[in-house]
């Protein structure tokens, strides 16, 4: 009697933590976002980036998401091409599709993660590395 029992509750868990990874989304990321691998360009990226922030970090522990075929993806925070977030010991960077390739959007979420933080101090973003729309000066 007592071993009928069990099986259900096991069965019960079962179903419960198969429900769980496969139906819901991960809450942290935007609707759509799918894993993307670092290209080879993201390696220059980084150590450029690396140089200029004068931090060292790893691109290992970044994990890449896109938002394929569009220009933003909606965030709690509002429309964004890119967006970082710590995740564990190392970051989640997304990024919409038609910027993936974008070396300013690229290398502006790699300093996130090289800063470990979300918000924009002026002497890396600007001073140090010039990653912002406003003070961008390739292409
Ligand atoms: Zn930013």
Redesign the pocket.
Known sequence: MTSFKTVQTLTAAALLLTGCGLTEPNPGLPRGAEPMAATAEFDAWFAKTETCAGLTGSLQSVQWYVVKGVDTFETDQGPKV?M?ERSGSGSVIVVAGNYRNHEMVIR??M??SLIGQ?G?PAEY?VERCGLTWETWSGD
């Open positions: 890119g970082w502006h979420e300093l996130h979300s924009h973003f």
